[in-house]
């Protein structure tokens, strides 16, 4: 994936096009601010953290069934993202009296909340980011009544999933902010960042009950470096994501998939390789034998295969391209035998059913038969009938669209 030309640069991240036009490559920042940016500081190593704590959070909260735009942390500060469309939004979950709830409604800090206060901030730096409820968002066209309906439950789930994360790792989840986007599909997903800059956090470890940061609020207040906390945050984060069986690497995938209509989910854990080369294929005689020009047929005769090699750095994990990078050994593979076969030799097909629709009911089947794959048929068979057309006409035009 090619990082290109600059976006967008807020007050922690700048935001990147990609070669790919649904991903978006962010890069956080070592720059800390506080007060509308008015107070403003670096510290080095504090980009690396938050990028390290988003990703195991949001991988933490996948597990628990939570998505969000995260695809992959590719270096120490980068993350590529799915492209979403944003609300413009801070949405606030609040656990425990602090800060500008305190200042606002005269409360003591450290009051235990008797449910969870959810609140709206729209952004806008020049009017300092103002509190708005449901009627203000719906009345100025920031979202619909139905946005609000599917962001409310999500931010109250995302709430109690971070709860149990972080009571898991001794740290009271005082209060805070999100932000959310729908996917080019519709799909509502949590995005921007989870990270001790939008949270308050305060260690429980000594069970003494008395406040120790392990925020922002340490640079807020003048209270000393923001960094030993960050790395207290993500040390403990880490073990937790290990404890759970997830490996902290840039190319370290999880993704929830739902199956059988929504009845079952299977949680894959994937490990992504960008260092792919290829080192063999059959000529063009042997992989498109027969000449046709849809790959669904059947039978075939073809050897439309070809063969290529995951290079990864010297212990075997993902890269980037380097010249440096060696083959990837895995623990286990099937060979390739030259012997060829004879009758009555073990055959095994292996594939893998992205979606099937067993749950289907017998409307569904029908509708599917009789309109949708009909028109798939008659459209296909008009689209593969022309591209034969002058793919027997010139040999150019037969290799351009051998693939098609």
């Known amino acids: 994936m090619e990082k290109l030309e600059k976006l967008y640069e807020g007050k922690a991240k700048q935001l990147y096009a990609t070669d790919d036009p649904e991903v978006l490559w962010v890069e956080?920042?070592?720059?800390?601010?506080?007060?509308?940016?008015?107070?403003?500081e670096d510290f080095t190593g504090k980009g690396r953290l938050n990028n390290l704590?988003?990703?195991?959070?949001?991988?933490?909260?996948?597990?628990r069934g939570i998505d969000s735009h995260l695809i992959k942390r590719v270096d120490d500060t980068g993350q590529l993202v799915r492209k979403v469309n944003m609300f413009p939004l801070e949405i606030v979950l609040r656990n425990v009296a602090a800060g500008h709830f305190c200042s606002r409604l005269g409360v003591e800090e450290g009051l235990p909340l008797k449910e969870p206060v959810l609140e709206y901030f729209l952004k806008n730096d020049d009017l300092h980011d103002p509190f708005v409820n449901d009627d203000d968002l719906v009345a100025l066209g920031?979202?619909?009544?139905?946005?609000?309906a599917e962001i409310a439950p999500l931010a109250r789930k995302i709430n109690e999933a971070l709860i149990e994360i972080f009571a898991k790792i001794d740290v009271k989840l005082v209060d805070f902010k999100i932000e959310m986007g729908r996917a080019t599909d519709g799909t509502l997903l949590l995005a921007d960042e989870?990270?001790?800059?939008?949270?308050?956090?305060?260690?429980?470890?000594?069970?003494?009950?008395?406040?120790?940061?392990?925020?922002?609020?340490?640079?807020?207040?003048?209270?000393?470096?923001?960094?030993p906390a960050y790395e207290e945050i993500e040390e403990r984060l880490a073990e937790l994501a290990k404890s759970e069986g997830i490996?902290?690497?840039?190319?370290?995938?999880?993704?929830?998939?739902?199956?059988?209509?929504?009845?079952?989910?299977?949680?894959?854990?994937?490990?992504?390789?960008?260092?792919?080369?290829?080192?063999?294929?059959?000529?063009?005689?042997?992989?498109?034998?027969?000449?046709?020009?849809?790959?669904?047929?059947?039978?075939?005769?073809t050897g439309d295969f070809s063969i290529f090699r995951i290079y990864a750095d010297k212990d075997g994990k993902p890269a980037a391209y380097s010249k440096?990078?060696?083959?990837?050994?895995?623990?286990?593979?099937?060979?390739?035998?030259?012997?060829?076969?004879?009758?009555?030799?073990?055959?095994?097909?292996?594939?893998?059913?992205?979606?099937?629709?067993?749950?289907?009911?017998?409307?569904?089947?029908?509708?599917?038969?009789?309109?949708?794959?009909?028109?798939?048929?008659?459209?296909?068979?008009?689209?593969?009938?022309?591209?034969?057309?002058?793919?027997?006409q010139d040999d150019a035009v037969r290799i351009h669209y051998a693939s098609k």
């Open 324 to 392: 440096d990078n060696v083959p990837l050994k895995v623990k286990k593979h099937l060979t390739i035998s030259l012997d060829g076969y004879r009758e009555g030799d073990f055959t095994f097909v292996m594939g893998f059913p992205g979606r099937n629709w067993r749950y289907m009911i017998s409307d569904e089947v029908e509708e599917r038969m009789q309109t949708t794959n009909f028109m798939r048929h008659h459209v296909r068979d008009v689209r593969q009938k022309a591209l034969m057309k002058q793919m027997l």
């Open 247 to 301: 490996a902290l690497t840039p190319g370290r995938k999880l993704e929830l998939k739902a199956f059988y209509g929504g009845n079952r989910y299977y949680l894959f854990v994937k490990t992504t390789y960008s260092d792919i080369r290829m080192v063999g294929a059959p000529p063009s005689s042997i992989g498109k034998f027969g000449a046709d020009t849809d790959n669904w047929m059947w039978p075939r005769h």
């Open 28 to 40: 956080y920042k070592n720059t800390a601010t506080a007060g509308d940016g008015e107070k403003k």
């Open 142 to 148: 920031v979202c619909t009544r139905e946005d609000l």
């Open 194 to 227: 989870i990270t001790p800059d939008s949270c308050r956090l305060w260690d429980q470890k000594d069970h003494s009950g008395k406040v120790e940061h392990l925020d922002k609020d340490l640079f807020r207040r003048g209270l000393g470096s923001i960094i």
């Open 53 to 63: 704590i988003t990703t195991i959070i949001f991988d933490l909260l996948k597990k």
